[in-house]
Nanobody
Framework: QVELVESGGGLVQSGGSLRLSCDAS????????MGWFRQAPGKEREFVAA????????YYADSVKGRFSVSRDGARDTVRLQMNSLKPENTARYFC????????????????????WGRGTQVTVRA
């Protein structure tokens, strides 16, 4: 089993930046891709970013391209989400996800079929 713990959320002014981290523990050798989702109050959960754990390829939602960047800490089982130029509409609870499916692992993440979820961290962007 893989456990995911997010950190780094908080309150920021519009145009500011935050960096989220997600620490994976447990059977991390079985992870093939990780990513981030978010959910705002009253809205559906939406995909934000994905990262292949093996090849390092990344994929982003159109709404965050050019502003958000997902990366892996090579020395640790940690994935980070650097968020720049934040907007009030980015306010949401951000969840880290991981998949242990080797086949089409990025697609598993982007289509919301991950089997491992963190509890989330709140990001609030004030206008």
């Amino acid at each position: 089993q893989v456990e995911l713990v997010e950190s780094g959320g908080g309150l920021v002014q519009s145009g500011g930046s935050l960096r989220l981290s997600c620490d994976a523990s447990g059977r991390t050798s079985s992870i093939y891709a990780m990513g981030w989702f978010r959910q705002a109050p009253g809205k559906e959960r939406e995909f934000v970013a994905a990262l292949s754990w093996t090849g390092g390829s990344t994929y982003y939602a159109d709404s965050v391209k050019g502003r958000f960047s997902v990366s892996r800490d090579g020395a640790r089982d940690t994935v980070r989400l650097q968020m720049n130029s934040l907007k009030p509409e980015n306010t949401a609870r951000y969840f880290c996800v991981a998949t242990q499916w080797a086949l089409n692992s990025i697609a598993v993440v982007t289509t919301d079929h991950c089997d491992c979820w963190g509890r989330g961290t709140q990001v609030t962007v004030r206008a």
